[in-house]
């Protein structure tokens, strides 16, 4: 159990990692967190942000993978500029609810979410939380080497060579043994989300048709039908994932983030979620053309031939964007998702848990890091899978997955033995039970129509 102090404030623990030996570990993050407290004395409020950001632009941006990058092609290509565009909004605005929880909870009682789960809650639990996790994570990250497939197959190049070249590099830079380097490299990849971005402007977006769309939560063209229920889910499961709040919660303890660092901490999970959002829009709007020449993506094969498809309206140099941006999505997932892995398993088996560990140290967290990779990198191999329709069911699985990851959530954040004055508020736990409603009504209604297709015609 989290060890409290006299004031009631849980104590930060000699090693978060669980290691046996953590003088490197804690020397490591004992330095970053002397240059945190130099700017802050400093009063230099830019750089101690951009010492502090990181876990919530990578949860965020991380999330914005394959099959997420997918689901909003798919969803521009199927109903274009109109409702989504709003309710993707929607959706990342409950991601910033979820993942401040998440940089707070790390941030008072510098645990993981895995090992809180299994302290505060009970061994059941934690282990149907592992299992979840263990789940959406082996799928999601077969869809990501998806993605790097289906973006490299644009430029020609096979799938052997683009699968081991994402290996390659998630093991590259594990190797690094420093959590702020990593968490640097991770930024500077994310930032490519941004592709999408220009991508969208070769496709000539209607700018009245999106004001529209913000302000009066615009058309749905066709209505009602099996597909919009399986892309609401889709949308919603790519916003907010389980992963994520694992993923969060110990890179926060892993940084070495206190209480004093929480302003901090909710500006870098609201600076991600813009930037998420911008390149989510984007890549609606880059779609859009193929809703507006009618261009049924139920005939693509493989997210390439998106990119394929969006040549003769973006052009070589769009569609190029667009299959970059694919590859980029792709890479980042795999290093915070395997990552979330790493972690979630040191923390149930009290082992280390930080990419501030030797290899010696973290050979179990290493190891089941580059396992589940090498894993996912093999699946996706196996030729003749359905991919596209396999990227949107990941995101479905991943809705129906976060209803109870949230719940689980609320219960630690409202445990205030362990958060103290950092628990939740009654505004606050309001807004997180109706996230929760939501989403688990959104599956409710997927479940039905899967059950009885001919409901909604």
Do not use: C
């Amino acid at each position: 159990m989290t060890s409290l102090d006299h004031a009631g404030s849980p104590a930060p623990p000699a090693a978060p990692g669980g290691s046996a030996s953590p003088l490197r570990e804690d020397a490591l993050r004992a330095r970053d967190r002397l240059r945190v407290v130099s700017a802050r004395l400093a009063r230099r409020p830019l750089t101690l942000l951009w010492l502090l950001i990181g876990p919530g632009v990578l949860a965020m941006l991380g999330e914005n993978d394959g099959p997420s990058m997918i689901s909003y092609a798919t969803t521009g290509a199927t109903y274009g500029v109109g409702f989504f565009i709003p309710f993707i909004l929607l959706t990342f605005m409950m991601a910033f609810v979820v993942q401040e929880m998440v940089a707070r909870l790390g941030a008072a009682t510098h645990r993981g979410h895995a090992q809180l789960i299994f302290q505060r809650i009970g061994p059941f639990w934690g282990y149907f939380a592992m299992g979840d996790l263990v789940l959406g994570n082996l799928l999601t990250l077969v869809t990501e080497f998806i993605a790097i497939q289906a973006g490299a197959l644009y430029f020609g190049i096979p799938p052997v060579y683009s699968v081991g070249a994402g290996i390659a590099i998630t093991i590259a830079s594990l190797a690094t043994r420093r959590y702020a380097t990593w968490e640097r490299v991770a930024m500077a990849l994310a930032a490519f989300n941004l592709l999408f971005v220009p991508a969208a402007l070769l496709a000539h977006p209607d700018g009245a048709a999106l004001l529209r769309a913000l302000v009066s939560w615009g058309p749905l063209p066709g209505g009602i039908h099996t597909v919009f229920v399986l892309l609401i889910l889709s949308n919603i499961g790519a916003t907010v994932t389980p992963w994520m709040i694992f993923f969060q919660q110990s890179a926060v303890v892993d940084k070495g983030l206190t209480v004093a660092d929480l302003p901090q901490a909710r500006l870098d999970t609201a600076l991600g979620a813009t930037i998420a959002a911008i390149a989510a829009i984007a890549a609606v709007l880059a779609s859009t053309p193929l809703f507006t020449h009618h261009v049924h993506t139920v005939q693509f094969a493989t997210a390439a031939d998106f990119a394929t498809a969006l040549r003769p309206y973006l052009g070589h140099t769009g569609a190029a964007l667009f299959a970059l941006g694919m590859i980029e999505a792709g890479l980042v997932a795999l290093m915070t998702i395997s990552a979330s892995s790493a972690y979630a398993f040191g923390e149930t088996v009290n082992a280390g848990n930080s990419l501030n560990l030797d290899f010696t140290e973290g050979r179990r967290f290493y190891g089941v890091a580059i396992a589940s990779i090498v894993f996912a990198g093999a699946v996706v191999l196996i030729p003749g899978a359905p991919l596209v329709a396999m990227t949107l069911t990941v995101n479905v699985i991943a809705t129906l997955l976060m209803a109870p990851a949230i719940l689980f959530l609320l219960i630690l954040i409202n445990d205030k033995e362990i958060m103290g004055a950092q628990a939740n508020g009654t505004a606050m736990n309001l807004l997180a039970g109706a996230i929760v409603v939501f989403i688990s009504l959104a599956g409710a209604v997927y479940g039905l129509v899967a059950v009885f297709p001919h409901l909604l015609g």
